[in-house]
């Protein structure tokens, strides 16, 4: 899933307008940042499964991005450093609700592998990944509710205001759904890592910049 979590992203902006989409974002991203730095450091591990044609998803060991013990030390940390740095409980509570959803999204779309707490304790998982074609519909309905909350929330400033966030995200979506239907298998860890946190380095870049484009409503 990547454009179910920008919708997640895009819906906090509900909770906390005055907050920079920027931030907002990388709170709903944060786990999976976390985990493509561990597969860099060794530390966690994605596999490519042999049949990964038929697939069309990845595998993973990742107890201490994605397990649910450690997400909810994530979300209690994100609450707390956010809190320290801005004396915003608002804020503190979008971000932390960010991870959260993160990991609900992941709940539902990947196999169980989703440990409880550590390796070798029991795995979660509703493994909607194994019907695509309903998973990337969830993907487009979520970036879709995401998006009529953001806009609820923000107004344009500019022209670029007005349809930049539309136009760009129109290209994410059509760029990580055809990734995920047509795109060839990965080579190894590493290449899918430092790719993925590159694609979301300029996501996070998009974000803070078209952000400002917008100004927050007083709801
Ligand atoms: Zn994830």
Same mark, same amino acid.
């Given at each position: 899933?990547?454009?179910?979590?920008?919708?997640?992203?895009?819906?906090?902006? #509900?909770?906390?307008?005055?907050?920079?989409?920027?931030?907002?974002?990388?709170?709903?991203?944060?786990?999976?940042?976390?985990?493509?730095?561990?597969?860099?450091?060794?530390?966690? $591990?994605?596999?490519?499964?042999?049949?990964? @044609?038929?697939?069309?998803?990845? /595998?993973?060991?990742?107890?201490?991005?994605?397990?649910?013990?450690?997400?909810?030390? !994530?979300?209690?940390?994100?609450?707390?450093?956010?809190?320290?740095?801005?004396?915003?409980?608002?804020?503190?509570?979008? %971000? $932390?609700?960010?991870?959260?959803?993160? !990991?609900?999204?992941?709940?539902?779309?990947?196999?169980?592998?989703?440990?409880?707490?550590?390796?070798? $304790?029991?795995? &979660?998982?509703?493994?909607?990944?194994?019907?695509?074609?309903? @998973?990337?519909?969830?993907?487009?309905?979520?970036?879709?509710?995401?998006? %009529?909350?953001?806009?609820?929330?923000?107004?344009?400033?500019?022209? /670029?205001? #007005?349809?930049?966030?539309?136009?760009?995200?129109?290209?994410?979506?059509?760029?990580?759904?055809?990734?995920?239907?047509?795109?060839?298998?990965?080579?190894?860890?590493?290449?899918?890592?430092?790719?993925?946190?590159?694609?979301?380095? &300029?996501?996070?870049?998009? $974000?803070?910049?078209?952000?400002?484009? #917008?100004?927050?409503?007083?709801?």
């Amino acid at each position: 899933m990547f454009i179910g979590h920008i919708g997640a992203g895009l819906a906090l902006k #509900r909770i906390a307008p005055q907050l920079n989409l920027g931030w907002l974002m990388l709170s709903s991203f944060l786990l999976d940042i976390l985990l493509w730095c561990f597969v860099l450091f060794g530390i966690e $591990s994605v596999i490519i499964p042999a049949n990964y @044609e038929q697939l069309r998803y990845l /595998t993973f060991i990742f107890p201490y991005s994605h397990g649910l013990l450690a997400v909810a030390a !994530w979300a209690f940390l994100s609450y707390v450093l956010v809190n320290a740095g801005t004396k915003m409980k608002r804020f503190a509570l979008a %971000m $932390s609700l960010g991870v959260i959803s993160h !990991w609900v999204l992941d709940l539902l779309i990947h196999p169980p592998e989703i440990p409880l707490f550590f390796s070798g $304790s029991p795995m &979660l998982g509703l493994s909607l990944w194994n019907n695509l074609a309903v @998973e990337s519909i969830l993907e487009v309905v979520l970036l879709g509710a995401g998006l %009529m909350l953001y806009y609820g929330a923000t107004a344009a400033t500019t022209f /670029t205001g #007005r349809y930049g966030m539309l136009i760009s995200l129109s290209i994410i979506s059509i760029l990580a759904i055809g990734g995920q239907w047509l795109g060839p298998p990965p080579e190894n860890g590493l290449q899918i890592a430092s790719s993925s946190l590159g694609s979301l380095a &300029l996501l996070l870049l998009l $974000s803070f910049t078209l952000d400002r484009t #917008r100004t927050a409503k007083l709801l």
